[in-house]
């Protein structure tokens, strides 16, 4: 489908050998999400789904899968996915940026809804998207010092 | 250190353009810092600091930074970041794809991975989900269905 190399590591989706990590987003609508992600960041949709298997993305350095929310399964037999309350946030995509100003620019101008404009804080400089599910999607730029802020 | 993708390289942090990382709500950045290097070979870059900095682990073709939960801050007003309330209501999550499932699910479980079940073969795919120390759940599938 497509490889990333990193210290002469190959990762491919599906992996020929070893893992490749992806990130699971439930949504509303596969397509919706699928057409957003496109549009703002230049995700590649790798598939739509085909109304059982879900959506396939590929965006920078990972893979990110998309499907309906659902009641058990076999192998998770206590969970249940559904789309998340926008307020209640455990976990969520973090894009780290050279120039946090450009991209706040230019993806605001492809339509994605940023909750404020970049603010300073301790270590970066930030700001946060809600995607078309109300997924938060933070927006980091490192201060030079900073290398892991 | 970092990652190639059809000629284009991506740095952590970036010099240019974006690197994607997965953000998760822990309650302790040293236990699941060491949770993901000691089962999957994650490479812990930064445990955080006393002043509120995140702990960084590269682990594959991403980067995970934790971080403890936090009321709202200036650039998300409304918004509360916690560990999960019922590690049975999901959104999202980090799935894992790998090449040989029984081989991952064998070493894994070995290193003190808590699976929910054996891998189960379902359409297109053999999966198995992992409980990490804080109840999220991550994915490990092998797509069956390769073209």
């Not at chain 1, 497509?2 to 397509?31: C, W």
């Not at chain 1, 350095?61 to 998770?76: A, C, E, H, Q, Y």
């Not at chain 2, 999220?136 to 092998?142: A, S, T």
Request: glycine letters at 8%.
């Amino acid at each position: 489908m497509n490889s990333v190399q990193i210290e002469q590591k190959s990762y491919e989706m599906p992996p020929r050998e070893g893992i490749s990590i992806a990130h699971f987003l439930t949504v509303a609508d596969i397509e919706r999400s699928a057409r957003y992600y496109e549009k703002v960041f230049g995700a590649r949709i790798l598939s739509l789904g085909d109304g059982n298997a879900p959506g396939y993305l590929q965006l920078a350095n990972i893979w990110m899968i998309l499907n309906v929310g659902g009641g058990p399964t076999p192998d998770k037999p206590t969970v249940t996915l559904s789309v998340p309350d926008p307020n209640h946030i455990n976990s969520f995509m973090n894009f780290r940026v050279a120039d946090i100003k450009a991209c706040y620019e230019l993806w605001k101008s492809r339509g994605a809804k940023f909750i404020t404009e970049p603010i300073p804080k301790y270590g970066e400089t930030r700001c946060y998207i809600r995607d078309p599910d109300g997924y938060i999607i933070e927006v980091g730029q490192s201060t030079p010092e900073f290398k892991y802020g | 250190m970092s990652v190639q993708i059809e000629q284009k390289s991506y740095e952590m942090p970036p010099r240019d353009g974006f690197t994607i990382t997965l953000f998760i709500t822990v309650a302790d950045i040293n236990r699941s810092a060491e949770f993901y290097e000691k089962v999957f070979g994650g490479r812990i870059l930064s445990r955080g600091d006393s002043k509120g900095a995140s702990g960084h682990i590269q682990i594959a073709n991403t980067w995970l930074i934790v971080n403890v939960g936090g009321g709202p801050t200036p650039d998300k007003p409304r918004t509360t970041l916690s560990v999960l309330d019922d590690p049975d209501k999901v959104s999202s999550f980090m799935n894992i794809r790998v090449a040989d499932i029984q081989a991952c699910y064998k070493l894994w479980k070995s290193r003190g991975a808590q699976f929910i079940t054996e891998p189960i073969s379902k359409y297109g795919e053999i999966r198995c989900y992992i409980r990490d120390p804080d109840g999220y759940i991550i994915e490990v599938g092998q797509s069956t269905d390769l073209t």
